[in-house]
């Protein structure tokens, strides 16, 4: 990033980086080659304050060449007062630029051009004609581009002298860019007519420049910053910047978004001080209303005539405070930091006066029960607060806005009054609980939840207190707390309910158990998941356990999965989506989405994982479940890193890691990252990203965080040639997945851990390894699994010199991998496929797989892999010079490279195209080549 100052002198941190500005930055740089050809061009931009032209203007300067120089004036404010007032600026900057010369003759002729007598029209027309002259000269004596800035303070005289330049500039082979404020036309009447002479008559060309939209935006702030931010707090900064980009540099340059920065603050308050005392008594009712408001409801709240507030509101307009929409009847600020500003500036007990005025107002007028309780609050008037704000919140969870709705919940309990009762207290934070959780703010919703049981508790509601531990137990998840903590929370609250009257509510003890079940099936602990998911379905009985069900269900089809019952794994968990979302619940939809799709990714079913996690992003994004959409997200970077999409890996990861608040959304965005920088050969930044996830992962205790992290930690051992932590780390990834019978996360350890103790010289011990992975393997024959095994046995006989063997074994595991679209593994089979074809004097086929593992490498921007391509390609190329073609053979294969025909070749060789055709033949034969553009290439990389 750099930093500039503004006209006030206050220093602004900038994108270093120009942003939105693509389309015109190339129109402006096409009229700049044109004029270099000798088209001279008139580029006008225009746009309103802070939208950066003067950005733009100095983006253009820095692509000017050699050889072409840089002009720059500007007007500034008062400069319509002198005649001549900008040309005189321009004089002042030749001076300090080393032409004296010419800026003495600009103003000597602008303060001395007043004689005594003469016709005033055509003395003035004479200084004109001789100023545009000079000006001319100075821009057209070599290339020159010519920057003036901000043309909506210019003075009469100097617009005048511009206006002529258009003729000097048509064989000339320089540029002129002047900029001014779109905003600002009106009533600026001398500039308005000037520019629409010009654009009439086609002497200039017009670009405007528009707000940021949200990506862009997000694009700026990044620039910035250096880092992806949320997206809520990207929201958050268009809405009140309205994408200006000075005004997004300003709310960044102040670390908070929670106050107007001063620079913009002073200025609105400074120029509103200007207003008469009626219109800053309207425009002050205006700014409580909101960022908008309509005549109506500012005339029954304002004390002032109609005709009084017509008055106020043209002055608004017409000094830029505020714009009218079409019908007439409404109105904005014309930026949320001038309504802000203004609202600032308001003395607090008038500020809650108004407040419930307008509150009232609004009410009358229909106004929604959300608008209504902001208004009661900031008057501080709680009751009518709270019920308006419990009202909106009942609406907002209806319609699935669980932002919304989380906060007119929090509302509600900051206008909480002495007379609620203890009950809705406690449920009003339950409910509350429910919305934070589904936006993601994991720890809000547990310390509702916890607020709430207190409540329960104190009421003697154990029943409710169970049913909530449910929910307890899945936040906690989300923030890490391991297996033991969370079930304890589940055993302990079903034997509160063994004292409760029959064993309390079926349906409550059949979700506690339900979320045992759970909890085992997220540590792969299949047997103890089964048992408590049986349990859960035999209270989970009737109509009214539909819910349950479905949480038992999703539980039971994801652990099939994971035991090597696929089929019906699957099926189960594509009826619960079905179900769920033709019941609406929500919940439990967005968690199908979420087995189904992370499932399918973990067992290397790319095609189903891609589809299910598309339909659930957008499931979630619609319902508002951000948490379970995060959570998606970052399971799609996965996917995109296993099928060799790595930069949209990256994007994806990156933006999961900056929205998500789940500590699973952040150990499975991290275990990306890390593994794109292993592959990148970024050492440091792979260890900084896995070692994170791996501190993560070991506080939850779960296998499906911690192997993940373990496997790049290994193979980033390997990298660094550190076969001994490779080993010790492969061996700690067995004894996770041991424990649990797993399979589905030991699969890429099998590999790795041969290759590692294959690195250590000990064969006997990658025998002994790949036994052991092969018993948890083959038990669960998840299908995507059994590939590891054949790739691995490959290794081991390729180390012990069975190449024929090897290459069986590596050849049906690369096919394995490329099915299964798994990159990493596809390319590293290629590369050993070229080591078994190098040490059986396969050169050319090694040359072969080399480059096709460069090549598949290559898009995914994998260097490390490239590297040991090249070195394959560079070792094998020296083997095929040094004797695989016979020196006539290589004579044909250069005149091949050539592009000459058999006939041709034969005439040069003096040999018959019969001979030539059999030296083709046996060239392509040795080369393992089937056209003769391939010899081509091969020649090319000989000589």
Not at 248 to 277: D, H, K, Y
Not at 564 to 569: K, L, P, S, T
Not at 736 to 757: K, M, Q
Request: charged fraction near 25%; proline fraction near 2%; glycine fraction near 8%.
């Amino acid at each position: 990033m750099i930093r500039t100052q503004n006209h006030s002198g206050a220093s602004t941190t900038i994108s270093s980086a120009l942003v939105g500005r693509d389309e015109q930055l190339a129109l402006a740089l096409r009229r700049w080659e044109s004029a270099l050809k000798g088209a001279g061009h008139l580029l006008l931009l225009a746009g309103e304050a802070g939208i950066g032209k003067t950005r733009l203007l100095a983006e253009i300067a820095n692509h000017v060449g050699e050889g072409a120089r840089v002009v720059t004036a500007a007007a500034f404010p008062r400069d319509g007062d002198t005649a001549g007032g900008v040309l005189l600026n321009l004089s002042d900057e030749l001076r300090r630029g080393g032409d004296a010369d010419v800026a003495r003759a600009l103003r000597d002729r602008i303060l001395n051009s007043v004689p005594s007598q003469g016709d005033p029209t055509h003395r003035r027309r004479v200084l004109v004609g001789d100023l545009a002259d000079l000006v001319a000269r100075l821009i057209t004596e070599v290339p020159t581009l010519f920057l003036v800035e901000d043309l909506h303070w210019a003075d009469e005289l100097s617009l005048d002298v511009f206006e002529r330049l258009p003729e000097a500039l048509r064989a000339a082979s320089s540029m002129v860019v002047m900029t001014y404020r779109s905003d600002e036309l009106y009533p600026q009447t001398v500039l308005r007519q000037w520019r629409a002479r010009l654009l009439e008559r086609r002497l200039a060309e017009e670009v405007r420049l528009t707000r940021l939209d949200l990506d862009d935006t997000a694009r700026m702030s990044e620039g910035i910053t250096g880092v992806v931010a949320a997206a809520t707090w990207i929201e958050s900064l268009h809405g009140r910047s309205d994408g200006i980009p000075l005004h997004v540099e300003e709310l960044i340059a102040g670390g908070s978004q929670n106050g107007v920065p001063e620079t913009v603050a002073e200025a609105v308050v400074t120029r509103a001080g200007l207003l008469s005392a009626e219109t800053r008594s309207v425009v002050a009712v205006a700014a409580v209303i909101g960022r908008s408001f309509d005549i109506d409801l500012l005339a029954s709240i304002t004390s002032s005539s109609p005709a009084s507030i017509d008055a106020a509101l043209r002055e608004l307009m017409a000094r830029h405070f505020i714009r009218a929409r079409s019908d007439g009847s409404n109105f904005d600020f014309r930026h949320t930091l001038i309504r802000e500003a203004i609202y600032d500036d308001i003395p607090p007990n008038r500020k809650r006066e108004l407040h419930g005025s307008v509150a009232r107002a609004a009410i009358a007028a229909g106004f929604r029960d959300a608008y209504v309780s902001d208004h009661f609050e900031r008057a501080h008037e709680y009751a009518d607060a709270y019920r308006h704000s419990m009202a909106a919140a009942v609406d907002a969870r209806r319609m699935s806005a669980h932002r919304e709705a989380s906060e007119l919940y929090a509302r509600a309990l900051r206008t909480e009054t002495a007379d609620i009762p203890n009950s809705e207290r406690a449920w009003t934070r339950t409910t509350l609980g429910l919305e934070l959780a589904a936006i993601d703010d994991n720890d809000g919703a547990e310390a509702q939840w916890m607020s709430a049981i207190e409540l329960f508790r104190a009421a003697g509601d154990e029943q409710t207190i169970a049913s909530l531990t449910t929910n307890l137990m899945a936040v906690r998840h989300l923030l890490g707390a391991d297996l033991e903590s969370r079930t304890r929370l589940g055993r302990e609250a079903l034997a509160r309910m063994d004292a409760l009257p029959g064993g309390g509510d079926r349906l409550v003890r059949a979700d506690v158990l339900g979320a045992i079940a759970a909890a085992y099936m997220l540590d792969r602990r299949l047997d103890d998941a089964v048992e408590f998911g049986e349990q859960a379905a035999a209270f989970a009985t009737g109509p009214d356990g539909l819910c349950e069900r479905l949480n038992i269900e999703l539980t039971l089809g994801s652990v099939l999965t994971f035991a090597g019952r696929g089929d019906e794994g699957w099926a189960r968990l594509e009826r619960a989506i079905e179900t769920g979302a033709a019941a609406s619940m929500e919940v439990e939809t967005a968690r199908a989405y979420r087995m189904i799709g992370t499932s399918a990714s973990v067992q290397l079913d790319y095609d189903r994982s891609e589809r299910w996690i598309s339909e659930g992003l957008e499931y979630t994004a619609r319902t508002e479940r951000w948490n379970d959409h995060y959570y998606l997200m970052a399971h799609l970077s996965h996917v995109n890193w296993a099928t060799g999409d790595w930069q949209g890996a990256q994007i994806v990861a990156r933006k999961s890691l900056a929205n998500g608040r789940g500590i699973t959304t952040r150990i499975t965005a991290l275990i990306v990252l890390g593994y794109v920088a292993l592959g990148q050969g970024n050492v440091v930044e792979a260890r900084t990203h896995l070692d994170e996830a791996l501190e993560l992962a070991e506080g939850m205790g779960e296998l499906q965080r911690i192997s993940p992290a373990l496997w790049g930690l290994v193979e980033l051992a390997l990298l660094q040639k550190d076969t001994a932590v490779a080993v010790e780390l492969s061996e700690r990834g067995f004894a996770e997945s041991e424990a649990r019978a797993d399979a589905a996360h030991l699969f890429p350890f099998v590999v790795s851990g041969v290759r590692a103790y294959l690195g250590t010289r000990k064969v006997g011990a990658a025998h002994d390894w790949l036994e052991r992975c092969e018993r948890l393997i083959v038990n669960r024959s998840i299908p995507g699994t059994l590939v590891a095994l054949d790739h691995a046995r490959g290794l081991i006989h390729l180390a012990e010199g069975q190449t024929g063997k090897a290459r069986e074994l590596l050849e049906r595991a690369s096919d394995g991998w490329f099915d299964r679209r798994r990159f990493w593994e596809s390319a590293h089979t290629l590369i050993d496929l070229a080591h078994c074809a190098v040490r059986s004097k396969r050169p050319s086929e090694a040359l072969r797989l080399a480059h096709h593992a460069r090549e598949l490498a290559t898009g995914a921007g994998a260097s490390t892999i490239i590297a040991l391509a090249d070195t394959i390609i560079v070792d094998t190329d020296s083997i095929i010079g040094d004797g695989l073609l016979s020196s006539r053979e290589f004579e044909v294969a250069k005149l091949i490279a050539l592009g000459e025909t058999n006939k041709e070749i034969a005439l040069d060789l003096t040999i018959s195209p019969k001979t030539v055709s059999a030296h083709v033949e046996h060239i392509l034969t040795k080369l393992g080549a089937a056209r003769r553009s391939e010899i081509a290439a091969w020649v090319a990389r000989m000589i």
